[in-house]
């Protein structure tokens, strides 16, 4: 990353105008004056944000993966060391995985005669034998 462009906060800030609009997004700087017509959300999103850090703004609307791929277009380098903030941890899209430590799991099956679906059975068959009894 040697040759990536760096700017600093007080660089992007200047740079607020519908003619000249920058945005810092995840510590990236992005031009996207070509882009405010092109937005879903219109120009005046973008506008808002101008010269500033929209990082949060940005990740709260949740973009679509083909928004950050579109990104790319439009990145003109990251901010120098001094002016980055650390970055909260990425999003995670929510995954059907397998525990990696099972060690700590129960059986339910082995929880004992109360548990799940014994309780309801024994029960249903007390209640059952009742009715029968008394009518």
């Known amino acids: 990353m040697s040759d990536t462009k760096r700017f600093s906060r007080q660089e992007i800030s200047l740079r607020n105008s519908k003619s000249d609009l920058y945005v810092i997004i995840d510590n990236r700087v992005y031009d996207l004056t070509k882009f405010q017509d092109d937005h879903p959300g219109g120009h005046e999103v973008l506008q808002q944000v101008a010269g500033k850090d929209g990082t949060e703004e940005f990740h709260d609307v949740g973009h679509s993966l083909d928004a950050k791929e579109l990104m790319k277009k439009y990145l003109m380098g990251e901010l120098v060391d001094e002016d980055r ?51």
């Open 85 to 135: 903030v650390e970055l909260e941890k990425p999003r995670r899209v929510w995954e059907a995985t397998a525990p990696t430590d099972t060690s700590n799991l129960t059986d339910p099956v082995d929880e004992g005669f109360l548990s799940s679906w014994r309780l309801p059975v024994v029960l249903g068959v007390l209640a059952t034998l009742l009715y029968y009894l008394f009518l």
